[in-house]
């Protein structure tokens, strides 16, 4: 099941599968508490398993409409279930009702394939972000 979460509830896994336990204040984004933002989990029964983070923010060879996803993390015991994409569908469909044009992220290159079946094309090269590791902007046009 695919709910809206508080910022707190995206801390746990943010900072196991995406910082390596580097610890929950190398986790909060600038971007958590912005107007527009919202953070979306899947939970199986009672345990949340996948979380990821959208906020109104262009890319600017796209213009308007856009909304960024950031924080993408799954549980690696439930990674390749399906709960990830069930939660970007659930994204897609309330980005839709918002009368967004697209969808945008950095996603770690592990990740491009995943991204890829949801839609998603890459739209840039291969880039680093200092201490995580290789990236691709990818982007999805919302219809």
Known sequence: MVKYISTAETLDLRNRVLRNN?????????TDEIEGNFHLGCYVEDKL?????????????????GFRLRGMA????????????DLI????????????????????????GFYE??????????????????HFIMIKTIL
Do not use: M, Q
Request: hydrophobic share 40%; net charge negative.
């Open 22 to 30: 580097a610890g929950f204040d190398k986790c909060v984004f600038p």
């Open 49 to 65: 398993v996948s979380i990821a983070t959208f906020f109104p923010e262009d890319y600017a060879e796209r213009g308007a409409g």
């Open 74 to 85: 799954t549980d690696p015991a439930f990674s390749g279930k399906g709960y990830g994409a």
């Open 89 to 112: 569908k659930f994204a897609i469909n309330e980005l839709r009702s918002a009368n967004a044009s697209y969808i945008w992220c950095h996603a770690r290159a592990s990740a491009v």
């Open 117 to 134: 079946k949801l839609g998603f094309e890459v739209i840039s090269g291969e880039f680093e972000v200092p201490e995580i590791g290789p």
